[in-house]
């Protein structure tokens, strides 16, 4: 159980699967047997306990094997059945596609994403999912439905880097298209203007949704570890800069804390969940994030 649970949350590992179903469902299993081990362990990713099939009860949650012992019908009742609406907003632009170490940010969302419709679904929650780079591309209307996963993992398995990243016209748009109050979970590199970012995620906020932001880097954009003469060239304009590391490091590293901790900051002051995460960690730490918010939320 010790080497599923680590194994599968290394993301250099899962990512080499080509199926995502499988991908998302080994995640998740790495997941709960790692939550045997830890602080989470009270958290519902299992059901609670069985009690007499009765009217209104729906034939999905009939335990067939337990039928299959005992000729009677029961249905698995759940811990902190909440039916909570979840929106996975997930960054497809093209800064999404760098890659320093063999795991892309836009191959790492789309895994912790998957990952996530796998366990909300588990859980009952309904799930929807948004897809973006400069204008909304796909939005898929929550469902609690299990078909729904095929659904949600079809169109993340087909995600292409599009191009510039333009969050807050997004933003804003699924906070008027959003009625119910849910909550939404944003997976993206933020590359964009914090402040008009931060004007999108107040939008929700102001609908009463619950909000996490998952801040997707690569570990090379947080070092800045180069050491020796390099061309770089941005991935959404194709501006190219070659330099020597050295003249830009020091600058580089203070402007990038300063925009990690502007987005940390105001995310706390307005009530938002700000999880600064990079492609090289075990994914398990938004997951434990996602059952955090959903305890809260209930």
Known sequence: MA??????????IVSQLNNLSLRARLVVE??????????YHGFSVEFAEHRAYGPGDEIRHVDWKLYGKTDRYYVKQFEEETNLKCYLLVDQSRSMDFDSHGVSKLTYAQTLAASLTYLMLRQQDAVGLALFDGRLRHYLPPRAKPSHLNTVLGYLARIKPGPETTIAPVLHQLAETIVKRGLIILISDLFDDPQE?????????????????????????LEFSFSRRTRFRDMETGEVLTTEPWHIQQEYNRYMQEFIERYRRQCRQQNIDYLQITTNQPLDRALSEYLIKRRHAA
């Open 3 to 12: 080497n599923l649970s680590t194994t599968y949350l290394n993301p250099q």
């Open 30 to 39: 790495g997941f709960i047997a790692g939550l045997h081990r830890s602080p």
């Open 197 to 221: 970012v931060l004007l999108g995620l107040r939008h929700l906020r102001h609908k009463q949704h619950e909000v996490v932001v998952f801040h997707l880097l690569d570990p090379q954009e």
